[in-house]
């Protein structure tokens, strides 16, 4: 009897059945790729050090949009902007875009998105804001139909060819009409500034993601005296022009 108990705890060690000893088995097995692998990166969530598996997107070169992998212990939300850094030292931040459900192979799957650039504004409440986004303009193309795919705002994402974009975390503060100016960075280390107002988002298709459509305008001026700088807004009310005076 006591060999048969011996027995049992021995087959038991991964799961009381079939399907709970698998599990436990792909997860510990992906734990052991995670001390071997060359895509190893480390990044710290709710004040805690983490490693994960930063694997490339098997249709993108570019690595702007790539996937995490984590073991099934430590879970990520999606929105969260994450600061990672591979063996090399090498950072980059990546926002966690959307989960797949990989349950059955021992880890979590996340695609994220690679951050361009972070935006700037004044909200309505004289308060200076920021958030970390992925933009991509006009003449980008650059996973445009992958972006679209996870949203469901067919108004958002029309065939516009005037609209820019970008994907950030969910942020309430990012109203319509508000401008924003970003600096952009060439190969050269050039820095130029460019201005937009946001003409909608989509808040609902993918929780803890925001998807916001922008317009190029002229940049704004304090010289300028709150005049309309694009005609083809002259005739709206907007609150970054005439500094919330109606």
Same mark, same amino acid.
């Given at each position: 009897m006591e060999y048969f108990d011996i027995y049992k705890k021995r087959l038991n060690r991964y799961g009381e059945d079939y399907q709970t000893r698998i599990q436990t088995e792909r997860e510990r097995l992906f734990g052991l790729y995670l001390k071997k692998t060359t895509y190893l990166v480390?990044?710290?969530?709710?004040?805690? !050090?983490?490693?994960?598996?930063?694997?490339?997107?098997? #249709?993108?070169?570019t690595k702007t949009l790539q996937y995490l %992998?984590?073991?099934?212990?430590?879970?990520v939300d999606v929105g969260t902007v994450l600061l990672l850094t591979n063996k090399k030292g090498q950072q980059w931040r990546y926002l966690v875009y959307f989960k797949d459900d990989h349950a059955a192979n021992g880890y979590n799957k996340y695609a994220v998105l690679k951050i361009t650039n972070l935006i700037t504004w004044i909200s309505r409440d004289k308060e200076r804001c920021e958030v970390w986004a992925y933009f991509y303009g006009q003449e980008?193309?650059? %996973?445009?139909?992958e972006l679209?795919? @996870?949203? @469901?705002? #067919?108004?958002?994402?029309?065939?516009?060819?005037? !609209?820019?974009?970008?994907?950030?975390?969910?942020?309430? @503060?990012?109203k319509k009409e508000d401008y924003f100016e970003i600096q952009i960075t060439d190969s050269n280390n050039v820095t130029t500034t460019e201005a937009y107002v946001v003409t909608g988002f989509d808040k609902i298709s993918t929780p803890g993601v925001e998807y916001v459509s922008v317009d190029p305008v002229y940049?704004?001026?304090?010289?300028?005296?709150?005049?309309?700088?694009?005609?083809?807004?002259?005739?709206?009310?907007?609150?970054w022009i005439t500094g919330g005076d109606n």
């Open positions: 480390k990044f710290t969530y709710n004040g805690e !050090l983490r490693y994960g598996s930063l694997e490339p997107y098997s #249709q993108n070169d %992998l984590t073991p099934m212990s430590e879970e980008d193309n650059m %996973l445009k139909d679209k795919s @996870r949203s @469901r705002s #067919q108004i958002l994402y029309n065939e516009n060819l005037k !609209l820019s974009f970008f994907v950030c975390p969910l942020d309430n @503060r990012i940049i704004y001026s304090d010289d300028d005296d709150k005049k309309v700088i694009d005609e083809e807004y002259s005739g709206e009310d907007y609150y």
